[in-house]
């Protein structure tokens, strides 16, 4: 009798224990009624500057048998243009304080070389405005130019804007017509400097006050050249009471608040790096929700003899730089070799992007090459990083807004689940992508659940891997990509996906309705 009441009991609890109100089930769920806003296409950007081998040696190297009569490097631009970054920031960064843009013009034997006095090295400036503009018209993306408000002056930047935009009989214009180049740029976006707060980087702005008086002599010349410019104002990622200064003081004339988000690991905690991006996450919400309570959507008493036009549109964030940064090789530990981790941590990184979307209105990985980068170069050869997957990936796969998406999965460590989820759609095309990172070294068997739509069949999906964790692309193995990626089409309707361990899965979906 007590055998059979223990047996009972047992029984009991296992039912119990695996009944769905027991069980920690895995499952993704998407409620396609929650927006999280239009993705703007230029969260896809990338930045370059002059440091290190970023440009010279990288994108750029003349007399190399492997670049092309301009001096870009073919294999280079080739890795580049599938990347695909919808835009290009340049020509920094911190290098940018003591940038004269009229040293990087006109005939290269009589450019100005230069010593770098940020990063080391001479620059010569042999890639200078009209080679950017180049490059960014052989990836189809939009420049940005970021100004030198420290040692330049106001009618500098005018002087810039007029020999990029300028379309009348001005000596500015001419001289670009003069280079070559009769068409204008039509360079829209202009940043006024780089984290001027910092003052080891010869940054003069550690008062924003100051910043706000100095930066607006520089909009008003740039703005009276060209009124059709937008413009993006620094932030401070550490130090929300300067941003609110410099938002309220600049507010109605520019369009853009940036900051600067890079995230590395603390070892020997090789998860750190996924705990600092769910921060940034975070973050980006928090950073957003500030600007939106400092200046209001529409610009108020903005003042006629101003004599250019105010915004028209709610200030969005530029995190105009955002990447991985080791603590490595020279520049400044700049020059990193990512492992497999660091893809898992992009997708991740994104994917906070992604959930950020209705706030973010440009986004930079920095930097493009040899700095902190997705490609790597010697003067023999390039390698695609292990980064370098997880941004192509979505740059190409992602849809037009951002829905709320959430997981239950296994914890890696305190506060880390396995899985980092975020999902993108199209009303009009009726397909929505679900991008999944499992950062858990097992696979993991996962429901998925769907709202707010009537979820059809998962077309295809995308699946990056690696040999391990630690995997690594590399210089003298060019050849050897331990990064897979293997589509493939499913056409069928699932409830359920097993994730393989350590992997991204880019699965793609129809609605029949929505
Ligand atoms: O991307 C490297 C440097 O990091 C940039 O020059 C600067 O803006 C940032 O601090």
Redesign the pocket.
Known sequence: MMRKIKISIISLLAIAFCSPLFSQENEITIDASKSLGEINPFVYGQ?I?Y?GRCIDGGIYEENSPLSDARGFRTDVLEKAKELAPTLLRFP????IKTFHWEDGIGPKEQRKAKKNLIWGGINPYHFGTCEFIEYCRELNCEPVLVINISTGTPDEAANWVEYCNGTENTYYANLRRSHGYPEPFNVKYWALG??EAAEPDAGRHQNPHKYVEDVWHFIKLMKLTDPSIKLIANGESGNKEWTKTALKGLDGAIDYISY?AYVGTNSPCPYSIFQKIQGQDTWMREFAEMVKATVPDTVQNWKKWYRFPHRTAPVKIALD?WGIWEQQEPPYG?TNTYEWRHGLATACFLNAILHNAEHIGMANW??MVN??APIMTNTQTSVKQTVFFPLKEYRIQSLKESVQAKAQSPIIEEGLQSINVSATIDRDKKQMTVNIVNINPQSLKTKLRFSGCKIGKLLKTTVMTATSLDAKNKLDTPDKNVVQTKYTNINKKIEEIKLQGESITICKFELSDI
């Open positions: 930045f500057e440091m920094g960064g911190t290098v780089n984290e600067h730089e700049t920095a930097q700095i902190l």
